[in-house]
Every structure is written in structure tokens, then in C-alpha cells.
């Protein structure tokens, strides 16, 4: 068991949405995600400004070098961005492994990776973080450049073999990621020939996405108390409730969990896996309405949906969860405010309260009114005729001299998509 350490740097020059003492406790949920570590101590440390060289002044580094000494501390959290010099100078200093937030991240997702897209996402992300940590240039390895050496001096370091080692295997993952991306294109493309919508659960880590897909799919994903327990993308097929007894089928999709100050590395990585968002027809935004900064999780959910380029016009609705972690005064306030608000809905997947007024909203925003129209394609709108057919839009067809005579019956919202075909 390693023996563990957090620190949150709170510099006073950097302004931040959230308070550092709930950004400390997130990184010691961060550190107890990740399996044979113990966190002995954590604390916030209170910064002017950053130090170029050691990320700390010399009389807080020797004090906290003195504090882990005393605590048989083997390994250093930092909640922040650590650069490469200041990572080497405090290990020195220490005599301790250090790691950063986007290291700590990369560890934990190495950690639960099952899958082989998993796998290899991980992999490109850490090869793209550890190339910019390539800091030892060993000069016995140097190679001459050729003849006496009279000339030009040394040829390639051992940095730059290392640095051209990690960019050959990351070609190599990005060729096999390729291919992934590609199946996940034809598995999309087959979900569009049957007229099924997607529901895609999104929301920041810990907030109850893969309870709330397990209480509506009967599915049973892994759902646990820890940051990033979800790493794989899983979808489930799910009837909603209709009056008339014939429920509409919808395709529910649970997605990774988002963090505030997500590594780009990883965003990059996980582009496939996060593109299925972009894919939905409807988009839930699932918000533990119990943690003390919800209203900053939420703001870092929309600024990663907003990179990630979601538009804005698919609907979404936002999702109270965790009613069952709030008292009874505050719950009546909160079921007060949901029902105020048009998109938001208070309830519990722990325990089922609110789960059947959402798929009742769920299938509401599907159940759109639809209305007829007539369209006269060319044969050279072939396009255009294949759209409305992946989407199940057409009533009837009939081919004329030059081209087809279609009765289509449609929402606004697809009626949009198709003028912007």
C-alpha cells in the first residue's frame, strides 16, 4: 500500500468557479479511486503565484518535505498542472514520486480501462502527456554525428530517440484507433436505419449516471460511490410508457463522466467514445443536486459539451439526482424549483422517486407533433430520398418520369434537419 499525499495549490493570481477546499476533497476522492493507495494527509496550499522552478517557495517546500518525512510518505498529488522541471525538482527535494491531476487522471482511467478501445484511448493519452515529461537528456548516449567528431558535436540524444520511440507507437495506436472509429461509424449508421432514438446520460464523475441507466434499463452497469467507475460507453434498448399500451422504443446510452480541468490528452483520446453524445437525440444531464457545488459541476459539464461542439438545438433535460441525500425541507424547495423550471426533474435513482415522471417527459419530447407533406425529389436528390429513409419518414413513394413523389411525416425538428441536408 503506497502511502499517499494531497495537495490543492490555491493560487491567489488564478481565478477559479469552485472553493479549494471542495477542490482538495475531490482530489482525495480522486487518489482513493485509484486501488493500493492510502491518503495519510491533504491540505490546500495558499499561493501568491507560482514558482517557475519548485511550484512552491523554499520555506513551504522545506516544510512540507519535513511534514511527509514525518508521515513516511511515498508518493506526492498535486491538484494542478505540475510542469516537467517542477515535477524533477520536487521529486529531488522529496525523494518522492510526484504526480499531477492530469497523471492522477491517466492512472485511474489506465486502472479501469476493460476493453481493447478502452485500452488503447488510455494508451495515446499517456503517451501524449509523458511526451512533454521527457526531461533527462543522458550525454553518454550521445551519438556523433560522423568522422572524427571534429565537427557538429553530438548527433541524437537519448531524448530525442525516446521522443521519436513514443511518437512511432502513438501512430501506431492512432492507426488501430481508426479502426474503432470506423466500427463505431457503422454501428451508428446501422442505428439509424431502425428508427429507435438515442438517449445519451451525461454529467460530471460521481453523479449517479450509471444508477439512473441501471434503474431504467434493468441493466446492471457498475455503479459505485468513486470517481469514474464508467469508462466504456454502454447502450441499452428501453420501451417507454404510452397511454395507448404501445410504447415507444428508445436506445439509452451511459457515457464517461466528466471533471473540471479535464486533461486534453484525454479528450482527444476519448474522441469516439464521447462522439456517440453528439449522436443523441436527446441529451440528459444528470447533476448530483446534493454536492455543495452542483451549480460549478453543471458549468463544467455545458463548457465540455460546448468543445466537444454538441449543437445547440438537440434537446436536453436536466436531472436533480440524489433527492434521497438531501433533507425534507430542502427536497420540497427543490421539487418546487424542478417543477418551475421547463427541462428539470427532480428524483432519486437510488430509490426510484421521479424515475417514472422522467420516462414520461422522455417520451413527451419524442411524441413531438408530426405533420404530412408532400415532396417532389429529382434522381438527383438520391441523398436527400436515403435521409428520409434512414429516418422511417416516408408513408408513401411513388417514382415519377424524373425522379420521386414522396408523403413524408415529420417534426419540426427533423422538417429542419432535412433543409439543412
Known amino acids: ?30 487518489a482513493g479511486a485509484l486501488p493500493g493507495l492510502e491518503v495519510v494527509g491533504s491540505e490546500v496550499v495558499r499561493l501568491p503565484k507560482l514558482a517557475p522552478g519548485m511550484l512552491f ?11 511527509l518525512a514525518g508521515l513516511d510518505v511515498g508518493l506526492v498529488l498535486v491538484d494542478g498542472p505540475v510542469t516537467p522541471v517542477q515535477q524533477r525538482n520536487l521529486e529531488k527535494e522529496w525523494g518522492v514520486k510526484l504526480l499531477d491531476r492530469t497523471g492522477l487522471i491517466l492512472e485511474i482511467f489506465a486502472d479501469r480501462a476493460r476493453t481493447r478501445e478502452g485500452v488503447l484511448q488510455v494508451e495515446l493519452a499517456a503517451l501524449s502527456y509523458q511526451r512533454t515529461r521527457l526531461v533527462r537528456a543522458w550525454t553518454h548516449l550521445e551519438r556523433q554525428r560522423g568522422g572524427f567528431g571534429f565537427v557538429g558535436g553530438p548527433g541524437e540524444t537519448q531524448i530525442e530517440a525516446d521522443r521519436r ?34 438517449v445519451a446520460l451525461v454529467g460530471y464523475t460521481n453523479a449517479g449516471k450509471s444508477t439512473l441507466f441501471n434503474r431504467m434499463t434493468g441493466a446492471e452497469v457498475l455503479a459505485k460511490d468513486m470517481l469514474f467507475a464508467t469508462l466504456d460507453p454502454t447502450m441499452r434498448g428501453v420501451t417507454l410508457p404510452a397511454e395507448n399500451g404501445a410504447g415507444r422504443k428508445i436506445i439509452l446510452s451511459d457515457t464517461v463522466g466528466f471533471i473540471s480541468d479535464l486533461p486534453t490528452q484525454l479528450v482527444a483520446a476519448f474522441r469516439a467514445t464521447l462522439e456517440e453524445v453528439l449522436e443523441a437525440d436527446l441529451i440528459l444531464h444528470v447533476r448530483d443536486i446534493s454536492h455543495p457545488e452542483s451549480a460549478e459541476q453543471a458549468a463544467d459539464v455545458a463548457d465540455i459539451l460546448t468543445s466537444l461542439g454538441v449543437k445547440a438545438e438537440v434537446p436536453q433535460l436536466e436531472i436533480w439526482n440524489k433527492l434521497d441525500l438531501v433533507d425534507d425541507t430542502a427536497r420540497a424547495a427543490l421539487g418546487q424549483r424542478a417543477g418551475q423550471g ?55 413513394e411513388e417514382q415519377t418520369d424524373d425522379g420521386w413523389t414522396l408523403r413524408v411525416r415529420w417534426t419540426a425538428r427533423q422538417k429542419g434537419e432535412y433543409s439543412a441536408l
Open 1 to 30: 500500500m503506497t502511502r499517499a499525499y494531497v495537495l490543492h495549490p490555491d493560487v491567489k493570481s488564478v481565478r477559479s468557479r469552485r472553493l479549494p477546499e471542495h477542490g482538495l476533497a475531490e482530489a482525495v476522492s480522486l
Open 57 to 67: 517557495g523554499s520555506g513551504k517546500v522545506a516544510e512540507l518535505g519535513a511534514r
Open 165 to 198: 520511440a513514443i511518437d512511432d507507437q502513438m501512430i501506431r495506436l492512432r492507426r488501430q484507433l481508426e479502426k474503432v472509429v470506423r466500427t463505431r461509424e457503422l454501428h451508428r449508421a446501422a442505428r439509424r436505419k431502425v428508427p429507435f432514438p438515442v
Open 342 to 396: 421547463r427541462g428539470i426533474l427532480a428524483l432519486s435513482a437510488l430509490s426510484g422517486e421521479g424515475i417514472d415522471a422522467l420516462l414520461e417527459e422522455v417520451s413527451a419530447v419524442f411524441d413531438e407533433e408530426k405533420t404530412e407533406a408532400l415532396l417532389h425529389l429529382t434522381f438527383a436528390e438520391g441523398r436527400r430520398r436515403a435521409w428520409l429513409h434512414g429516418e422511417g419518414l416516408i408513408e408513401a
